[in-house]
């Protein structure tokens, strides 16, 4: 850790030690009065050399829940990072079991990664509950794998730790910082624009993945991971190390000791998970830039977890706090420079000192959130502001409402200075603009018409795509970050409004209005609206609606909703039929009664 770290070396005694709640696998390796099924439970398990004394010892079983593989390159870190938690939990007397989870991998994943967040959910679910599972450490990486794990672990309410497998190395194009996802679509602006040659784009794009990790800017992936330390979910400073660094590697072996020590205190998530916490990370979610995916994974983690969030919640806990971390998309710098200057901790403890983080909130390493981070000062004030010297204030999420959708997010932090000249600083009307609708019904068309002279899209238009939802998608795509037809784009003019019921990449520099719901697939207002309308965006009240009469609206309801793909496969039909909407989650909503599963102990199965 650099000497940043906060370890844990206490000495541990198995013979002595009784834990709080009796460990649940004792139901299976002792099945107390059925000697016939513990012996069926243990059989098995000697087939690879464990021994009937080590699995009928008493000693915590520890679960791994391993999401890296070859299919998912941003966590595979964790084939080898689970080898220092297994060695961890040996060292405090638990025994180690990993086993896989359902692949979640953003970049590659058809139709959308998203729609896997809530499968590996279910996954994870059904195999804490049902496997002799006592506590488990959740190998995290890749946006969605964080969400589903925390999700899973509160429904299951096991202790739990996750482990984030760290970011890749800063990338380096032409002596220029690159970061993953945001030089992508920096560099597709200028191939439009004839900027640069297809082979210069591929050569920019490549060079942000210099080595193994998730996304080193503040994508999706850090957002989450650093959530998940915000929350009190893993050990402080776990988010931001580099998966290179043999910090990686250290923290990942304390995370296995600290798992067995949580087994023995039955420190679950219900005793850590708060809505203050959730609040906590809103404002965290501010101060670093984090990714507009946060909103829906947050409100789906505290659903699970039985904490009530609200849309104004984000406005009253993070939209007037300040901007402290100049890493891309929202600034300069990428990972490991955050990491060098303090990482997540020396923002929390700005956030605790100027009153905007409550530090007395529980955590996994026993001590109080603010503990974990006292004296945890930023040494880069280039890349960690304080408080009060931030690089923009007012720099949340706003929540916009209207009669094109119940609620919806800007992440106002991105707003650039030519975005707010062009449309935010009409005098006398700041903060408010109008424009003419054109509008794509999914990518496919997007791509297909955008460069149209048909459209005649000005720089006074507001792009529009819909049936990019959890249903229509399904899964929610992200395609609202759209760029400007290349005409615009050779004459200097970056980004165009956008709109849309789908997400975009958390490593997008567009200050887009979307996950809108409800989604034009449901009827949302996106499907009553047609290229020409007026839109009109008034950021000062919350307000984004189409200026269009309501016997106009009803007219056009009769003409029924934009058609949506059909499914492809059995779980897409399932989703589709199950999912909520983003603005609540986007979660399975007949999962929200099960809490706390594992104080049941499942029926025996012979």
């Known amino acids: 850790m650099g000497g940043r770290g906060i370890f844990f070396h206490r000495r541990v005694s198995t013979m002595t030690r009784i834990p709080v709640r009796p460990f649940r696998s004792r139901e299976w390796f002792a099945a107390p009065g059925r000697l016939d099924m513990a012996a069926l439970y243990l059989e098995r398990f000697m087939n690879y050399g464990i021994t009937p004394k080590e699995l009928t010892s008493g000693r915590p079983i520890i679960g791994i829940a391993q999401s890296g593989s070859d299919l998912t390159p941003c966590n595979r870190i964790h084939l080898e990072t689970v080898k ?8 405090a007397g638990g025994i180690p079991m990993e086993f896989p989870t359902h692949p979640i991998f953003e970049n590659c994943r058809r139709p959308t990664a998203a729609i896997d967040r809530n499968l ?11 496997y002799p599972i006592d506590a488990v450490v959740l190998t995290t990486g890749c946006d969605k794998t964080t969400p589903s794990g925390l999700m899973a672990a509160s429904t299951v309410d096991i202790p739990a730790i996750v482990l984030s497998g760290g970011p890749m190395l800063d990338g380096w194009h032409d002596g220029d910082l690159v970061g993953s996802g945001t030089v992508i679509w920096r560099s597709r602006r200028k191939l439009a624009a004839g900027e640069m040659t297809e082979e210069e784009f591929l050569d920019a794009a490549t060079a942000s993945a210099p080595s193994a990790g998730h996304c080193n800017t503040m994508g999706t992936a850090s957002t989450m991971n650093a959530i998940a330390e915000g929350l009190g979910m893993s ?3 776990c988010a931001a190390i580099p998966a290179p660094y043999r910090e990686r590697g250290q923290i990942a072996y304390e995370t296995g000791k600290r798992i067995v020590e949580m087994a023995y205190e039955d420190l679950r998530p219900s005793k850590i998970l708060t809505r203050q916490s959730f609040l906590n990370a809103i404002a965290l979610v501010t101060a670093i830039g984090g990714s507009s995916n946060a909103h829906p994974h947050l409100h789906a983690m505290a659903r699970h977890a039985d904490i009530e969030l609200h849309p104004s919640d984000w406005m009253d806990y993070g939209y007037d706090l300040p901007l402290l971390v100049d890493v891309q998309p929202a600034g300069r710098f990428l990972g490991e420079r955050f990491h060098r200057a303090g990482g997540v901790p020396a923002v929390l403890s700005e956030l605790i000192a100027a009153g905007k983080v409550d530090g007395d909130v529980a955590t996994v390493t026993g001590r109080t959130l603010g503990d974990n981070v006292a004296h945890r000062v930023a040494t880069d004030r280039e890349v960690i502001r304080p408080y009060h010297q931030p690089l923009k204030e007012q720099a949340g999420f706003l929540v916009l409402s209207g009669n094109l959708f119940d609620v919806a997010i800007m992440k106002t932090s991105v707003i650039g200075p030519d975005f707010r000249t062009r449309y935010l600083s009409r005098p006398g009307h700041e903060g408010c603009f109008e424009g003419r609708a054109i509008v794509f019904d999914g990518s496919d068309d997007y791509h297909h018409r955008i460069d149209d002279p048909a459209l005649d899209i000005d720089e006074n238009c507001i792009l529009v795509i819909r049936g990019a939802g959890v249903i229509g998608w399904p899964g929610s795509a992200e395609v609202t970050n759209m760029q400007p037809p290349a005409a615009l784009l050779q004459r200097g003019i970056q980004s165009l409004p956008t709109i849309g019921d789908g997400r975009q990449s958390g490593t997008s520099d567009s200050p887009s209005i979307l996950n809108a719901s409800p989604e034009s697939a449901v009827g949302g207002g996106l499907a009553w609206l047609r290229t020409g309308d007026t839109i009109r965006i008034d950021l000062n009240h919350g307000r984004c609606d189409m200026l269009v009469d309501d016997a106009e609206i009803a ?36 999962a929200l009664k099960y809490r706390r599963t594992s104080e049941t102990t499942p029926r025996h199965n012979h």
């Open 555 to 590: 007219r056009r309801k009769g003409e029924g909703i934009p058609p949506v793909p059909a499914s492809q496969t059995p779980w897409e039909e399932i989703y589709r039929e199950k999912v909520g909407q983003l603005g609540d989650g986007g979660v399975l909503d007949l």
């Open 84 to 91: 220092r938690v297994k060695a961890g939990i040996e060292a």
């Open 120 to 130: 590996a959910y279910l996954g994870l679910v059904e195999i804490l509950n049902g």
């Open 235 to 237: 050990l402080p400073g």
